[in-house]
């Protein structure tokens, strides 16, 4: 009959190996992969950094741009591709914890900018002593 | 070691502890000072409210500002009784403090009072009376007949997130003829 589902058809191989054997060979493939990715990403940056040889200090900019962006796809392409896990953002200072993943957000004090840009506001307090001080947030502001 | 508090003010009042400065001074709308210091770039500050009786039959003067301390002292003498026409009326003269704070810990403020004879008359009672409130407490100041009269009261004022309040006045009576001078003094120790 035209519809009628056709029994899944298992070679003599496959029948013979072991579910860990089975397991192993789809990591292998999955590395094949992975790799062949990497390549291919490598041959996209590196096309893309000749069209913008011996150029201007603009263009290096863009190299830079590209080299980043690329770096950023080999490093995703490394992790698993269902999670968030970019290491280069991890801070680097000494409150790192090398076991979060995603996006860290400084928080030391030599971290935080101090020239009244749009994401550090200023309020005034008394200090513990009584006198008067200010503390200095990083975020969106006071909604 | 307690936590800082975040700033209210600069004045406070019935209508919230974020407002303005008043365009005319008031007691119901006070500055919020940061315990017995200045904030940064601010100063210390104390609703001040002087009265006194001026020539006889004229009634009496107001005058209600904001002014700068901590160490805040303010004078106001009496020139004749507040009311005619029997001339049994007294002279009066009195000053009055009202600020708020808020303060991580205690601390403690010193007020001060004086009270003098200006003058005296030919008859009837020489003395100035005197009452001197520090924040709800009356303390006792005796009759000034002579020499000027001081008291001292230290007040030790709690922690406190939000303001609060705290008030001072010293006010002085005799009668007509017998001028008085009332001084309030405030200073954090």
Known sequence: ?143 | MPNAILRAGPFAGTSGSFVDEPGSASNSTLPVNCAGNAWVSDNWKSYVKTRNSISTGTGTTIVENYQNGPTLEVEVSSNGVVQNPNGTEPEESFVEFRFSYQAAVSFTVRFTATVTRLSTTSSGDQSVSSQFIANGVNVSIADTEGTPTTVTKDITLSASVVPSTVTASIESFSIEGVRSKSLLKVEPI
């Open chain 1, 1 to 143: 009959m035209a519809y009628e589902n056709k029994p899944k058809v298992i070679r003599d191989k496959d029948k013979e190996r072991s579910a860990e054997e089975r397991f192993s060979l789809a990591r292998q493939r999955a590395r094949r992969e992975l790799n062949e990715r990497k390549k291919q990403l490598q041959r996209e940056e590196a096309e893309q950094l000749r069209e913008f040889s011996g150029s201007t200090t603009a263009d290096a900019r863009e190299r830079r741009d590209i080299k980043s962006k690329a770096d950023a796809a080999l490093e995703q392409a490394e992790a698993n591709f269902t999670e968030t896990y970019n290491p280069s953002q991890n801070k680097q200072d000494y409150e790192s914890d090398v076991l979060q993943r995603g996006i860290d957000q400084f928080t030391a004090p030599e971290a935080t900018d101090q020239s009244g840009s749009s994401n550090t506001f200023t309020l005034d307090v008394v200090k513990s002593d009584n006198t008067a001080g200010t503390a200095t947030f990083n975020g969106s502001g006071v909604n």
